[in-house]
C-alpha cells in the first residue's frame, strides 16, 4: 500500500504533521482550501497547546472566505489564523493568485510568501530582500502557474530566522491534471474496496501524486520535514 507525501525544507527543526480525526470514523486525508485564487492573511493569535496553555504565534490564514475545501467534510472553515497556514489545493497549470494582507503587529514590520519551485511574479507591496513584501495593514500580490504537480512549502521570505520560527510557513499541494489510469484499478481498486467496506471513506485529492503510473497512492497525508 503506497501513500503520500513528504518534502523536505530548510526552516525549522521538528516535524509538523498534518492529520484529521473526525469521530467514530477514521479518514486519510490533507485537508485544505481550493483556488486557483488565494486571499490570504499573516496575523498574530495565541495558539493551544494539548495542556491547555495559549502559546503566542503568528500564522497564515483566510482573510475572506476561500473558493472551496478539499476533500468536503463536516463544518469546514479557514481561520484568519492557524499554524501551519492552510494547505492550499491546486491542479496541475492552474494560474494561481494568492493575495496576501500583512495583519501582524506593527513593529514586526513587513512580511511574504516565498513558494519555492514556481517562477512567481510579485506586485504590488513594497521592495524586500527575497520578493515584494507587504507592509503593515498593506498587501501584496503573487502570481505563478502551477507547473508541475507534487507538494511543496510556502513560507515568511521576511526576516525568516524569525518570521517562520513564529508560525508562518504551510504546504501548497499541486494535483496531477491527467491521473494515470492504473491507479483506479487493480490492487489500488482493491484497496478502495476495503476501504470502504470497514468504513471508511476515499478522502484521496487525487489517486497519484504525479502524472507517473508509478506514483499512485492508497491513502493522503501531508507531513512536512522542516530542518
Known amino acids: 500500500m503506497n501513500s503520500k507525501k513528504s518534502i523536505p525544507t530548510r526552516l525549522l527543526p521538528v516535524w509538523i504533521a498534518v492529520t484529521v480525526l ?10 485544505g482550501i481550493t483556488g486557483p485564487t488565494f486571499h490570504l492573511t499573516a496575523q498574530q493569535a495565541f495558539t493551544t497547546q494539548p495542556d491547555g496553555q495559549g502559546l503566542y504565534s503568528w500564522g497564515y490564514g ?4 476561500p473558493g472551496g475545501f478539499a476533500p468536503t467534510m463536516v463544518n469546514q472553515n479557514c481561520p484568519t489564523m492557524q499554524v501551519p497556514g492552510p494547505t492550499l489545493i491546486v491542479t496541475e497549470n492552474d494560474p494561481v493568485t494568492i493575495v496576501l494582507t500583512n495583519n501582524l503587529p506593527a513593529a514586526a514590520g513587513n512580511t511574504s510568501i516565498l513558494f519555492p519551485g514556481f517562477n512567481v511574479i510579485a506586485s504590488g507591496g513594497v521592495g524586500g530582500l527575497l520578493t515584494k513584501e507587504a507592509a503593515h495593514n498593506g498587501t501584496v500580490t503573487y502570481t505563478f502557474t502551477a507547473t508541475s504537480p507534487g507538494t511543496r512549502a510556502y513560507y ?7 518570521q517562520v520560527e513564529m508560525g508562518l510557513y504551510g504546504a501548497i499541494i499541486v494535483l496531477p491534471a491527467n491521473v494515470p489510469p492504473n491507479c483506479n484499478a487493480g490492487v489500488h481498486l482493491s484497496n478502495h474496496s476495503a476501504q470502504q467496506s470497514w468504513g471508511e471513506a ?3 485529492l487525487a489517486h497519484a501524486a504525479y502524472d507517473h503510473p508509478q506514483t499512485c497512492y492508497d491513502r493522503d497525508h501531508t507531513c512536512i520535514r522542516v530542518s
Do not use: E, K
Request: glycine share 8%; net charge negative.
Open 156 to 162: 515568511s521570505g521576511t526576516q525568516g530566522d524569525l
Open 202 to 204: 476515499d478522502f484521496r
Open 22 to 31: 473526525l469521530t467514530a470514523t477514521a479518514y486519510a486525508a490533507a485537508p
Open 62 to 65: 483566510c482573510s475572506s472566505a
